[in-house]
């Protein structure tokens, strides 16, 4: 009989005390935001007596499955970007989830001005990853988020999907949240961003921004982008063409993908500074006109693989010229290895002139595995 009544006793204690569903919210009731786009204010106006300054539009999937539309799109204004929060009360009366958020756009002329302000307000907040990743769009980047891709749910998820993939199949960076902090807040470093643009209702990537700290000061296209990332040493793979000549005929072209890695050794002699950079791509023949058998001819496996690190160095090196002459910042991230020998004596002044008066030398070495031939 004890037992019993001991066992009624906890049940009710459970049932009493135990959380119930009564403060439950309907997911329809939440915005889950998955896409977010910064810009500076272009029209003007004033809140609270101060001047606005920036807009923040953000992308919501529509959870309520009587409506038609896919997404729901919300801009806002604010004299900061953590004060448009404010603006979002008037306008929306769900819940808002951040935590999802996986992507942030900066529009053109946010990234001219700096993104260091912004910066702050994304990093301080709890509920937002490090690991969501950073692009820049060629205009306004509130008007980005317009688009609806045809093959996939929403923009967020298709932006997500192609960044997230890029570097798979292509010399291209990927750069997150706390990738930007640390290259543009750490001496002898300087980021670089995506860009992305419309074109023909599609959003596609275009090239690389290039930043002084938290500033854009320049771009490459697609074309520079891949010498760009090779030089950075960042990990990706990638399709390469390449085009033999002979005495001006052509004799064979072709493709390769292969992997990348990067090594570097900086000397010293005084106040000058010799980088020496190795590039080392190692893959795969994908195809080739030449009807040449290759396992019956290694010497033509090794004049593609002499073609391509030719075709890599010269790209390389017209890129770091370009760095030293226009640029003037260390886009390429090796002033870190002269950081690591003599710190106390550079690290002030590491980001003014150091970069333009180094030594800057590439050796490209290629090592194509032959896949597919007859024997």
């Known amino acids: 009989m004890f037992k019993k009544i001991s066992l009624i006793l906890i049940i009710l204690t459970a049932i009493t005390t135990g959380s119930g569903c009564w403060d439950a919210q ?7 935001v998955v896409l977010g786009a910064v810009d500076l204010n ?8 101060k001047p606005v300054q920036y807009d923040a539009t953000i992308l919501m999937p529509n959870l309520y ?11 806002v204004s604010g004299v900061s970007l953590s004060g448009s929060r404010d603006q979002r009360a008037y306008i929306n009366p769900q819940t808002i989830l951040t935590s999802m958020i996986r992507v942030y756009l900066f529009g053109e002329s946010m990234s001219i001005s700096g993104l260091a302000p912004v910066l702050d307000s994304l990093l301080r907040n709890p509920l937002l990853s490090n690991s969501v990743y950073m ?3 060629e205009g306004q980047a509130g008007d980005m988020i317009t688009v609806q891709p045809p093959d996939f749910p929403d923009l967020g998820i298709y932006i997500i999907d192609l960044l997230r993939k890029v570097n798979d199949k ?11 902090r640390v290259q543009s807040a750490s001496p002898g470093k300087n980021p670089v961003l995506p860009i992305l643009r419309v074109d023909a209702g599609e959003v596609k990537i275009s090239g690389l921004g290039i930043f002084r700290k938290d500033k854009l000061i320049d771009r ?14 960042v990990k990706c793979k990638g399709y390469i063409p390449f085009v033999i000549t002979r005495e001006g005929e052509e004799v064979d072209r072709g493709t390769v993908f292969v992997g990348n890695g990067r090594k570097v050794r900086v000397e010293r002699q005084g106040d000058q500074y010799t980088f020496n950079i190795t590039i080392t791509l190692k893959g795969q023949l994908i195809e080739h006109e030449n009807p040449v058998i290759l396992t019956r001819n290694r010497e033509f496996l090794s004049m593609i693989e002499a073609q391509v690190a030719a075709d890599i160095e010269s790209e390389c090196q017209t890129l770091i010229e370009t760095m030293q002459e226009e640029y003037r910042v ?3 991230d090796i002033s870190k290895y002269a950081l690591a020998k003599w710190r106390s004596e550079l690290e002030d002044t590491v980001d003014e002139g150091f970069i333009e008066r180094a030594n800057i030398n590439v050796d490209v070495k290629v090592h194509i595995g032959n896949t597919g031939d007859l024997i």
């Open 26 to 32: 309907d997911i329809a009731e939440r915005s889950v």
């Open 330 to 332: 260390d886009c390429i």
């Open 220 to 233: 490459v296209g697609l074309d520079g982008a891949r010498p760009l990332t090779l030089l950075r040493g």
């Open 65 to 75: 499955t009587d409506t038609a539309e896919k997404v729901r799109i919300a801009r």
């Open 170 to 180: 292509s010399f291209f960076p990927v750069i997150t949240l706390h990738d930007f």
């Open 135 to 137: 692009a820049m769009t």
């Open 42 to 49: 272009q029209e003007g106006g004033i809140q609270f007596g």
